[in-house]
């Protein structure tokens, strides 16, 4: 239950940063109350994604360790890909569609950023990785 707690206080911040911040909160303003609104909503789903692990739910250990190998090429890419869905207004497409459209389409961006951070780990990070650490003989 902390997960889906965790996914309504996203989604609950999405309001709030709407109606209470008229979206400067996603724009990079407000770090304090961005932290504590998304940051609470975050903390909830990886509490929940722990509690779940403890239950005996867990995820093929290749696309976990994939997911875990590539979190900076996600917290590097993140910013850009949603960047370029507001230029190309996509963003601005939602609010014309039903509300299960447009979050059918948040999900398949959020799978979008997943998987070309993997790929972005896979064949850019990793290499480097291997490379650099065979300079240095490490």
Same mark, same amino acid.
């Given at each position: 239950?902390?997960?889906?707690?965790?996914?309504?206080?996203?989604?609950?911040?999405?309001?709030?940063?709407?109606?209470?911040?008229?979206?400067?909160?996603?724009?990079?303003?407000?770090?304090?109350?961005?932290?504590?609104?998304?940051?609470?909503?975050?903390?909830?789903?990886?509490?929940?994604?722990?509690?779940?692990?403890?239950?005996?739910?867990?995820?093929?250990?290749?696309?976990?360790? /994939? @997911?875990?190998?590539?979190?900076? *090429?996600?917290?590097?890419?993140?910013? =850009?890909? #949603?960047? +370029? $869905?507001?230029?190309?207004?996509?963003?601005?497409?939602? /609010? @014309?569609?039903?509300?299960?459209? *447009?979050?059918?389409?948040?999900?398949? =961006?959020? #799978?979008? +950023? $997943?998987?070309?951070?993997?790929?972005?780990?896979?064949?850019?990070?990793?290499?480097?990785?291997?490379?650099?650490?065979?300079?240095?003989?490490?």
């Amino acid at each position: 239950t902390l997960l889906s707690i965790g996914f309504f206080v996203l989604m609950l911040g999405g309001l709030i940063n709407s109606i209470g911040f008229d979206g400067a909160l996603s724009k990079g303003y407000f770090a304090l109350w961005r932290t504590l609104i998304f940051g609470s909503g975050a903390a909830l789903i990886l509490a929940g994604a722990v509690r779940m692990e403890n239950r005996g739910w867990r995820l093929n250990p290749a696309i976990s360790c /994939t @997911l875990g190998d590539s979190s900076y *090429a996600i917290y590097l890419s993140h910013t =850009l890909l #949603l960047y +370029i $869905a507001y230029k190309t207004n996509l963003l601005g497409f939602l /609010t @014309l569609v039903s509300g299960w459209t *447009a979050r059918g389409i948040l999900i398949g =961006l959020c #799978l979008l +950023i $997943a998987i070309y951070s993997a790929v972005h780990y896979i064949l850019l990070e990793r290499p480097l990785h291997i490379s650099f650490r065979s300079m240095l003989k490490v």
